[in-house]
Nanobody, 115 residues
């Protein structure tokens, strides 16, 4: 069964960087797409980035040029490198696996950007 566990969140100053990880147990990267989302209190969950089963990548305009999604097939890991962080990036970040039958969500990891 698919299980997603995010890690790497924390407190960072504006302009700083963080690298989030998603351990994607049961995911088959050649079949399944992977995405990152984020959600701030009182706001809708926002799509951030996707890497497809064919390894093509797409980003939301709000993070384009600052965030990079990647995957490590040998270790079944998905990453989100976040650079030049801004206070408005503060949110809980979730990874999602899109499989042929359904999608799966991790529990999320908190990212706080503050001085």
């Amino acid at each position: 069964q698919v299980q997603l566990v995010e890690s790497g969140g924390g407190l960072v100053q504006p302009g700083g960087s963080l690298r989030l990880s998603c351990a994607a147990s049961g995911v088959v990267f050649s079949r399944d797409g992977m995405s990152w989302y984020r959600q701030a209190p009182g706001k809708k969950r926002e799509w951030i980035a996707t890497i497809t089963n064919e390894a093509s990548r797409a980003y939301a305009d709000s993070v384009k040029g600052r965030f990079t999604i990647s995957r490590d097939s040998a270790e079944n890991m998905v990453y989100l490198q976040m650079n030049n962080l801004k206070p408005e990036d503060t949110a809980v970040y979730y990874c999602k696996a899109l499989t042929p039958l359904r999608d799966f969500w991790g529990r999320g990891t908190q990212v706080t950007v503050s001085s």
